[in-house]
């Protein structure tokens, strides 16, 4: 059987060569536009006799020939052409190309054409009824009932598409003496793979006498010609014979394409010929994208409304765990609120080896079992996926045991080590199926497969399954997982920082304490400091001798020079750095100050902004004090002159400038204050260089900002 439904799906219904004989399919050629086969009753519809090899125009009149010829000029993909009046009858043209060809049909129109605001009056009236429907079932009763009085079939359903292409009729318009097929289900088999596909591409397909004998295309084609777009192709003889058995003389079948998918059909019956023109087609394909995207918007509007309401639901939950003391702990005290989330008979909590459980469940060592499955499928998905399946049994097959209580299962895992998981259950629910009769194809003694003869409704029960998770449950739980997931983070966070501030609050003690051990000793070094300034100040008034007082006077400016760095080092926070830009400016002033008043005009600090570490800056401080020194002492013997300090930046490293415009450095000197200064710069990793300052010297020292 299962061989026989596949040779079903192979069948090639769009070559079928032949069509419907209410109308007459003319193949052209693109460049001419003659005639080169033809297939119905020619003659009888047009009233002309001879047709191959002669030119539309000929056939059709030469109106629409040029009508004809402009849509093949213009490259769309075809259409409706316009109206024919022949043999007394009224007809409608419609043109479609593939290749060098050009497919005209020509089929019986209206007696009395619909004007564009009769047809546009209606479609706003179905809309508008459409959109006052306030959800999904009354919009499919809706739209039937639209259908049908748009249509006039004395039958016309509502056919949605299951997951597994299964169809179930969902609303129905009927005339009272017609057998009614609401909530009947219909197998996928009766709409093969192939058909599902001409669905897609031809949206509205019409059948409007099932008792047909096909009008073969003339002469032959070879390859057969495709007639995906035709309205007029010839169907399968096994779905005719499946209308007839179903006492159904005339169909049509609308598509309903939501999201780009075929989401199911306005399917269409008469007990007698009838006929659907191009006008009335046009209106279905109009009104079914409306009911498409009203479709959409109930189930997007439903979806939501479901979304928010698990959502705050979801929120409470973590909310009230946020709150309290022992965090996600507090999971198991909320075990009811977890089963309305998913709408589930039964929940567990895992953790680790603990189980703790609300409603009605398996055994505690099914559980166990089940739990692992919840873990393994979680892994399985990545690890933060949710574990779902409304047969159980299919999917952990020891689970036919216990499927009464739990034949649907959802799970998320919220942490691996240690392992925190929740379980949601639901009970089986035996469901009986209504199908249009029995849902399998018969075949004859040769093989021939053959459509099913009754359409009885035939029960089936269907066990093992649960109510399906919806996505809007599956988004909920997953949610909750991710939220479980940073409510265990920032608790762990929160206990960190906990330990974190006692660190820091020790820390900080010791800082205080070692703040004020240096406060107290920069005290005493200050003093210290003092002491020796005032000692070397009285020696200088004593001494006389110029010669006898330069050292003394030197040795006062460097401790000025160290001074100064303890006093910018504790009067700030920053124990670390110094502002090496302000620094020098302030080193020059007190500089300045143990010197004649006129030096206070001759001396200039050009500076960038720069910050270096404390212990770097002491020691450029020293640099600065002695490249100071001896430019007051030997490029202008004491008295004021120009003197340039300049700070700029290059690149990782520092270019610190003292500049005179003395008489110069005479000579190398090997004095305490040189071999010093040397010491210094080295011990910084820096160079000190000379350049003639024409006059006077330029000390460069560069040195890295680190």
Same mark, same amino acid.
């Given at each position: 059987?299962?061989?026989?439904?596949?040779?079903?799906?192979?069948?090639?219904?769009?070559?079928?060569?032949?069509?419907?004989?209410?109308?007459?399919?003319?193949?052209?050629?693109?460049?001419?536009?003659?005639?080169?086969?033809?297939?119905?009753?020619?003659?009888?519809?047009?009233?002309?006799?001879?047709?191959?090899?002669?030119?539309?125009?000929?056939?059709?009149?030469?109106?629409?020939?040029?009508?004809?010829?402009?849509?093949?000029?213009?490259?769309?993909?075809?259409?409706?052409?316009?109206?024919?009046?022949?043999?007394?009858?009224?007809?409608?043209?419609?043109?479609?190309?593939?290749?060098?060809?050009?497919?005209?049909?020509?089929?019986?129109?209206?007696?009395?054409?619909?004007?564009?605001?009769?047809?546009?009056?209606?479609?706003?009236?179905?809309?508008?009824?459409?959109?006052?429907?306030?959800?999904?079932?009354?919009?499919?009763?809706?739209?039937?009932?639209?259908?049908?009085?748009?249509?006039?079939?004395?039958?016309?359903?509502?056919?949605?598409?299951?997951?597994?292409?299964?169809?179930?009729?969902?609303?129905?318009?009927?005339?009272?003496?017609?057998?009614?097929?609401?909530?009947?289900?219909?197998?996928?088999?009766?709409?093969?793979?192939?058909?599902?596909?001409?669905?897609?591409?031809?949206?509205?397909?019409?059948?409007?006498?099932?008792?047909?004998?096909?009008?073969?295309?003339?002469?032959?084609?070879?390859?057969?010609?495709?007639?995906?777009?035709?309205?007029?192709?010839?169907?399968?003889?096994?779905?005719?014979?499946?209308?007839?058995?179903?006492?159904?003389?005339?169909?049509?079948?609308?598509?309903?394409?939501?999201?780009?998918?075929?989401?199911?059909?306005?399917?269409?019956?008469?007990?007698?010929?009838?006929?659907?023109?191009?006008?009335?087609?046009?209106?279905?394909?109009?009104?079914?994208?409306?009911?498409?995207?009203?479709?959409?918007?109930?189930?997007?509007?439903?979806?939501?409304?479901?979304?928010?309401?698990?959502?705050?639901?979801?929120?409470?939950?973590?909310?009230?765990?946020?709150?309290?003391?022992?965090?996600?702990?507090?999971?198991?005290?909320?075990?009811?609120?977890?089963?309305?989330?998913?709408?589930?008979?039964?929940?567990?909590?895992?953790?680790?080896?603990?189980?703790?459980?609300?409603?009605?469940?398996? $055994?505690? *060592? +099914?559980?166990?079992?089940? %739990?692992?499955?919840? =873990? !393994? #499928?979680?892994?399985? /998905? @990545?690890?933060?996926?949710?574990?779902?399946?409304?047969?159980?049994?299919?999917?952990?097959?020891?689970?036919?045991?216990?499927?009464?209580?739990?034949?649907?299962?959802?799970?998320?895992?919220?942490?691996?080590? $240690?392992? *925190? +998981?929740?379980?949601?259950? %639901?009970?089986?629910? =035996? !469901? #009986?199926?209504?199908? /249009? @009769?029995?849902?399998?194809?018969?075949?004859?003694?040769?093989?021939?497969?053959?459509?099913?003869?009754?359409?009885?409704?035939?029960?089936?029960?269907?066990?093992?399954?649960?109510?399906?998770?919806?996505?809007?449950?599956?988004? +909920?739980?997953?949610?909750? %997982?991710?939220?479980? =997931? !940073?409510?265990?983070?920032?608790?762990?966070?929160?206990?960190?920082?906990?330990?974190?501030?006692?660190?820091?609050?020790?820390?900080?003690?010791?800082?205080?304490?070692?703040?004020?051990?240096?406060?107290?000793?920069?005290?005493?070094?200050?003093?210290?400091?003092?002491?020796?300034?005032?000692?070397?100040?009285?020696?200088?008034?004593?001494?006389?001798?110029?010669?006898?007082?330069?050292?003394?006077?030197?040795?006062?400016?460097?401790?000025?020079?160290?001074?100064?760095?303890?006093?910018?080092?504790?009067?700030?926070?920053?124990?670390?750095?110094?502002?090496?830009?302000?620094?020098?400016?302030?080193?020059?002033?007190?500089?300045?100050?143990?010197?004649?008043?006129?030096?206070?005009?001759?001396?200039?600090?050009?500076?960038?902004?720069?910050?270096?570490?404390?212990?770097?800056?002491?020691?450029?401080?020293?640099?600065?004090?002695?490249?100071?020194?001896?430019?007051?002492?030997?490029?202008?013997?004491?008295?004021?002159?120009?003197?340039?300090?300049?700070?700029?930046?290059?690149?990782?490293?520092?270019?610190?400038?003292?500049?005179?415009?003395?008489?110069?450095?005479?000579?190398?000197?090997?004095?305490?204050?040189?071999?010093?200064?040397?010491?210094?710069?080295?011990?910084?990793?820096?160079?000190?260089?000379?350049?003639?300052?024409?006059?006077?010297?330029?000390?460069?020292?560069?040195?890295?900002?680190?």
């Amino acid at each position: 059987m299962a061989e026989q439904i596949a040779s079903c799906d192979r069948e090639p219904i769009h070559i079928p060569g032949a069509i419907q004989p209410h109308g007459v399919l003319l193949v052209l050629d693109r460049d001419t536009l003659e005639i080169r086969h033809a297939a119905g009753d020619v003659a009888g519809l047009l009233g002309v006799e001879t047709w191959i090899g002669t030119a539309a125009g000929a056939v059709l009149g030469d109106a629409l020939a040029r009508r004809i010829a402009a849509v093949t000029a213009s490259g769309s993909g075809g259409g409706f052409v316009g109206a024919l009046r022949a043999a007394d009858r009224a007809f409608d043209v419609s043109a479609t190309f593939q290749a060098d060809k050009v497919l005209v049909e020509i089929e019986p129109g209206l007696e009395q054409a619909l004007t564009g605001a009769q047809i546009l009056a209606q479609l706003e009236t179905a809309a508008a009824a459409f959109e006052r429907c306030p959800g999904l079932k009354t919009l499919y009763d809706r739209a039937a009932l639209e259908f049908r009085h748009l249509t006039g079939f004395d039958r016309v359903m509502v056919y949605r598409f299951g997951e597994d292409d299964a169809g179930e009729v969902v609303a129905e318009s009927r005339a009272p003496h017609v057998q009614a097929f609401l909530n009947h289900r219909f197998p996928a088999s009766d709409i093969p793979k192939q058909a599902r596909a001409l669905y897609m591409r031809n949206l509205v397909r019409v059948i409007p006498d099932a008792g047909y004998a096909p009008a073969p295309l003339l002469p032959p084609m070879e390859p057969l010609l495709d007639m995906s777009d035709c309205a007029l192709r010839s169907v399968s003889p096994v779905h005719l014979q499946y209308l007839r058995n179903m006492d159904v003389t005339a169909s049509a079948s609308v598509s309903i394409v939501k999201d780009g998918r075929l989401w199911g059909l306005i399917a269409c019956h008469h007990e007698t010929p009838r006929l659907l023109p191009y006008d009335i087609r046009a209106a279905c394909r109009a009104l079914a994208g409306g009911l498409a995207r009203q479709i959409k918007a109930k189930e997007d509007a439903e979806a939501y409304r479901a979304r928010l309401s698990l959502r705050l639901l979801g929120d409470d939950i973590v909310d009230a765990l946020a709150r309290a003391d022992n965090g996600d702990l507090a999971l198991e005290e909320h075990l009811r609120d977890l089963r309305r989330l998913a709408d589930a008979d039964g929940v567990a909590v895992f953790r680790d080896d603990h189980i703790e459980v609300a409603g009605k469940l398996p $055994p505690h *060592l +099914a559980l166990a079992m089940l %739990r692992d499955w919840v =873990v !393994e #499928t979680a892994s399985a /998905a @990545g690890g933060n996926g949710v574990a779902a399946t409304d047969q159980a049994a299919a999917d952990v097959p020891e689970a036919v045991s216990f499927r009464a209580l739990a034949s649907g299962l959802m799970g998320v895992v919220v942490e691996r080590s $240690p392992l *925190l +998981a929740v379980l949601w259950t %639901r009970a089986e629910q =035996v !469901e #009986t199926v209504r199908w /249009a @009769g029995e849902p399998v194809k018969a075949t004859t003694a040769d093989g021939v497969l053959t459509p099913r003869a009754s359409f009885d409704a035939w029960t089936q029960t269907v066990r093992g399954r649960s109510r399906p998770w919806t996505v809007a449950q599956t988004s +909920a739980v997953l949610r909750l %997982r991710d939220d479980l =997931v !940073e409510l265990r983070r920032a608790r762990r966070a929160s206990e960190l920082n906990g330990h974190l501030r006692a660190t820091l609050q020790d820390k900080d003690e010791l800082l205080r304490q070692k703040d004020f051990l240096l406060r107290e000793v920069n005290h005493r070094v200050q003093n210290s400091l003092a002491l020796a300034a005032s000692f070397l100040t009285i020696q200088m008034k004593t001494l006389e001798d110029p010669i006898a007082r330069a050292p003394l006077e030197e040795a006062s400016r460097r401790l000025t020079a160290v001074g100064l760095v303890h006093r910018r080092l504790y009067r700030g926070d920053q124990l670390e750095t110094v502002a090496l830009d302000r620094y020098l400016a302030e080193l020059a002033e007190e500089m300045v100050g143990t010197l004649d008043e006129d030096w206070g005009r001759c001396l200039r600090v050009d500076a960038a902004p720069v910050t270096v570490p404390t212990d770097k800056a002491v020691i450029i401080g020293l640099v600065v004090t002695e490249l100071f020194i001896n430019a007051v002492k030997y490029a202008y013997r004491g008295k004021p002159g120009r003197l340039d300090i300049g700070l700029v930046e290059d690149g990782d490293r520092i270019l610190l400038i003292v500049a005179d415009q003395g008489g110069g450095k005479q000579g190398p000197r090997v004095g305490f204050g040189s071999k010093m200064m040397d010491a210094l710069v080295r011990q910084m990793g820096g160079v000190l260089t000379y350049h003639d300052n024409n006059p006077g010297v330029r000390a460069e020292l560069s040195v890295g900002r680190l």
